[in-house]
Antibody, heavy 122, light 108 residues
Framework: QVQLVESGGGLVKPGGSLRLSCAASGFTFSDYYMSWIRQAPGKGLEWVSYISSSGSTIYYADSVKGRFTISRDNAKNSLYLQMNSLRAEDTAVYYC???????????????WGQGTLVTVSS | DIQMTQSPSTLSASVGDRVTITCRASQSISSWLAWYQQKPGKAPKLLIYKASSLESGVPSRFSGSGSGTEFTLTISSLQPDDFATYYCQQYNSYPALTFGGGTKVEIK
């Protein structure tokens, strides 16, 4: 069955860095676009970044552009999010999510990980 | 970015009730709208895509409708497992995907 398992979250000071990982299994990872989506405590969902199946196409939300870098290693079935210059407003649960394979549902997300909490505080 | 506005923000209902949640887009998104269900401490679950298409495995008591700027999610007969928060997501404006603020369905 499809599994997405995030890791790498934790407490970091403002201005610091953190690298999140997402280990995928149960599907052919290299066939799927992937995304990071976050949720601040008690708040709604915010799309963060998107990467194509090959890694050649990448998009970021304006709120993280220039600070976050998404990448993937298809040989390791893994997705990453390098987060630099972290701010208090980046505090959130970060989910990795698989883009739906059906054309009509492309850019929706059919499988999500359990999330990893990133807390930015001094 | 396209803004998505959900109403109500909280809804109190009883088991067996018919429940309707509304999502409005700040500009037309055609039918490129999805609905998710999220329970506390859990990841969101996709229910509906393209405004009215039921995701595989989702009970038929869930249905979606609408196009353009106004959309609804209906639960025909609320079940105990349905108490959760529901989010809409537009995917017309790519790559700037945006979600609504959520509607919490709680027990009356």
């Amino acid at each position: 069955q499809v599994q997405l398992v995030e890791s790498g979250g934790g407490l970091v000071k403002p201005g610091g860095s953190l690298r999140l990982s997402c280990a995928a299994s149960g599907f052919t990872f290299s066939d799927y676009y992937m995304s990071w989506i976050r949720q601040a405590p008690g708040k709604g969902l915010e799309w963060v970044s998107y990467i194509s199946s090959s890694g050649s196409t990448i998009y970021y939300a304006d709120s993280v552009k220039g600070r976050f870098t998404i990448s993937r290693d298809n040989a390791k079935n893994s997705l990453y999010l390098q987060m630099n210059s972290l701010r208090a407003e980046d505090t959130a649960v970060y989910y990795c999510a698989r883009a739906h394979p059906i054309i009509a549902a492309a850019r929706t997300f059919d499988y999500w990980g359990q999330g990893t909490l990133v807390t930015v505080s001094s | 970015d396209i803004q998505m506005t959900q109403s109500p923000s909280t809804l109190s209902a009883s088991v067996g009730d018919r429940v309707t949640i509304t999502c409005r887009a700040s500009q037309s998104i055609s039918s490129w709208l999805a609905w998710y269900q999220q329970k506390p401490g859990k990841a969101p679950k996709l229910l509906i895509y393209k405004a009215s298409s039921l995701e595989s495995g989702v009970p038929s008591r869930f249905s979606g409708s609408g196009s353009g700027t106004e959309f609804t999610l209906t639960i025909s007969s609320l079940q105990p497992d349905d108490f959760a928060t529901y989010y809409c997501q537009q995917y017309n404006s790519y790559p700037a995907l945006t979600f609504g603020g959520g509607t919490k369905v709680e027990i009356k």
